[in-house]
């Protein structure tokens, strides 16, 4: 075999790798989201709090749960995963500073806006490289 067959091969290995990660990622990102989604749906009583403490009530509670929803179901699709990707950033963007006023920790919400962030990154670079070859 030849070296550059041998980097090829490497690289090639690393990229499944990546693949996998990003694939693991999305799916664990799917779930928290549609969790979220859930609670704020269905009103559960520490999101209900959390959203009347902060004096934005139920629209904004609502609109958020289904954010979070549509996020994940744009994730599962693979043709659309940049767009759920970027909708997640874009709710979670809003639930930090939520976050923040009524005095909880922002580490999950940082953590999903991370790996959204991460997700959206890897699948419009996935895209570029695709329409260059």
């Known amino acids: 075999m030849t070296g550059s067959k041998l980097k090829q091969g490497h690289a090639a290995e690393r990229r499944s790798i990546i693949d996998w990660l990003v694939i693991m990622v999305t799916l664990g990102l799917v779930v928290t989201l549609l969790a979220g989604s859930g609670q704020m749906l269905l009103g559960t009583d520490q999101i209900v709090a959390v959203f009347n403490e902060i004096g934005l ?57 991370v790996m959204s962030v991460l997700v959206a990154w890897y699948h419009y670079n996935w895209l570029a490289k695709k329409e260059a070859d």
């Open 57 to 113: 009530g139920k629209p904004y509670r609502i609109l958020m749960g289904l954010g979070c929803l549509a996020a994940a179901a744009l994730l599962l699709v693979e043709r659309w995963q940049g767009v759920g990707a970027t909708v997640s950033v874009l709710v979670m963007v809003c639930i930090v500073p939520i976050q923040v006023m009524v005095g909880e920790s922002v580490a999950p919400p940082t953590t999903l806006l």
